[in-house]
């Protein structure tokens, strides 16, 4: 009842004329999380090394540079910002 309350008053306010942007926006900044699995599969080849054996970051400096410059790449691509987000986030990761 709450909700729909809420979503009512959003959308007599014209909070609907966001929703496009909104989804553009997700489009552009969700994909270049991909390089989550780029490093999965082309660093590691499928398979992560057991925890034991691996001396985890605290911080992955790398990855997080990785993500803004894809999500900057997609943000200003003129043409299909996921598909560059995603091509970006696997070139942006470190090889070996």
Known sequence: MTGAAIGT???V???YNLLIPFLVLLGTFIPPIARIMADFWLNHKGRYPALAEVRLPAFNGTGLAAYAIASAAA???PLLPPLVGVIVAARATPCC
């Open 75 to 77: 943000y200003f691509s």
């Open 9 to 11: 008053v959003l959308a």
């Open 13 to 15: 306010g014209g909070m």
